[in-house]
């Protein structure tokens, strides 16, 4: 604290060096520099401030001082070293006063001071870095990385530290992964990315007691029986939950059928939305299990026109590459009916082309786990150009979502945990969180076709 109020002072009241009118340019403060910002946009800030600092000190004033000092700062609060930031930005506004760096040093001055003095929560975060799934994990660290600067500037709150591990894409990496941010403190983990990870690294959160939210992973069994660990994804029965409560609550719907093919995610879908459906108190008149692919194509014999007839909507959770296909016949046969139940359906009706004037007519509505309204990622993802040098994807998205939604709970009294477990619905750029009192993730939106495009309902 007292390091922290001289730098303060020291930075107002020290007399104003001059700044050399010339700068060299030096190609090893150069590469020190490059190498530096690679470290950074990778989230390894250690060693960014390392590569900065040696820039900016080792090869005397040069074209790259000034930039260097400033970054060395900038990566040094990303760490929570905020000393280490402090001093930086001091040396930058004190020495070179009229750097273009220097108002912004100014700034991230009286921040990473701010910062200093509160307690920070530390987040785990545990993603690939290489092989098959490391630009997948790279995309998401990026959107997390983006939510946790932006919480840092803003200053509201406990400042958040990033402790980053490598899951290696593996579970038995990703469980030491978990194992070494809990051993450094961490409050909550963001992290890996799908179930086969997410398993055995919920384990070890588990048994430390430390909230784990995988934000890939659609397995149940990744949070089943456990209370540290959520699943942001919605599971496949979390997907048929929600649509039964859209259809019999928003919609008022009280006599439903069901048909999914035999061994697919649609199956499981299907089950749980007619368990929810029942529930909430709705007559469920026929589960129809097609035995193929090709049977959409005959819903009307395979189930039957009088059955079909006599309910108010039918849900038709279609899986696989042509699920939209299948989704497009299940449609024509509805349609055919002398009275067509309403369609009921989930993310992959999104992909419908041909069908959607029909769709539109008979009503079809869906559920959808990501949605991004037209201008409201368009800040995020110049943001995310900027340090990636591409644009965004839904990853980032998640990531960036996912953070602040944490983020949102820290400050809550008691563990976060429960926290997480019962915090209202947090509505992201692309996502929505909700766990209803559970380990899984409940909230999507829902979509239909109207005038032959997809809108969003709710």
Known sequence: MRALVFALLLAVASPLAAQPATADAVPAAEAAFQNGLASYRQGEYAEAVRLFTRAADEYGYNERTTAATFMAAKAAYADGAFERAVSAATRLVTQYPESRYADPARQLLATAAQAGRAEPFDLGIVLPVGGPDGYLGQALFNGVRIAVDEHNQRGDGRPVRMVFRDSRGTGDGARAAVEAVIGQGVEAIVGPLFSDEAGPAGAAAEAAGVALLAPLATDGVVSEGRRFVFQANPTFPARGRAMARYATGRLGLDRLGVASQRGTYGADMAAAFAVEARRLGATVAFEKTLADEDAWADLDREVGATPLQSVDAVYLP?????????????????????????????????????????????????????????GTADAFGRRYREIAGIGQDRLALMGYDLARFVMAQMDVEGPIGDAIRTATRFDGLGHRFRFEGGQVNEALFVLGFREGQAVLLE
Not at 342 to 350: K, S
């Open 318 to 374: 279609v899986t696989g590459r042509d699920a939209p296909r299948f989704a497009a016949d299940a449609l024509r046969a509805l349609d055919a009916l002398n009275r067509s139940p309403r369609p009921l359906g989930n993310t992959e009706w999104e992909g419908l082309s041909s069908s959607t004037a029909r769709a539109s007519r008979l009503g079809a509505v869906f559920t959808q786990d990501f949605f991004v309204a037209p």
